[in-house]
Nanobody
């Protein structure tokens, strides 16, 4: 059973917006750096964004810079990914992942906890 739960995916037209949420089902996210990843059919999982424990550091893949914003509210045990100006190439299953501590990254290697994913489809 996954300890991370994603929500907020769905079908949206190009240019539209979605907000994804990642919550800890049975544990607090305060001590964890959180990353968002995505995987399209036939492609490898790729890093989208990550945010440090207290939100002081963030980073984004070049393909989403200026369109996606990651944030966290530790009082609500939630990490958000606001996705604007969505494109068909953003279509994928989106996963959140956690690693204990303050150092993350856009590769999957540091992360040892994963959610089950939420589907995002951008299509007219």
């Amino acid at each position: 059973q996954s300890q991370l739960v994603e929500s907020g995916g769905g079908l949206v037209q190009p240019g539209g917006s979605l907000r994804l949420s990642c919550t800890g089902s049975e544990w607090t996210l305060d001590y964890y750096t959180i990353g968002w990843f995505r995987q399209a059919p036939g492609k490898e999982r790729e890093g989208v964004s990550w945010i440090s424990r207290i939100g002081s550091r963030t980073d984004y893949a070049d393909s989403v810079k200026g369109r996606f914003t990651i944030s966290r509210d530790n009082t609500k045990n939630t990490v958000l990914l606001q996705m604007n100006s969505l494109k068909p190439e953003d279509t994928a299953v989106y996963y959140c992942a956690a690693v204990y501590g303050s150092v993350g990254g856009l590769t999957t290697k540091p992360y040892n906890f994963w959610g089950q994913g939420t589907q995002v489809t951008v299509s007219s």
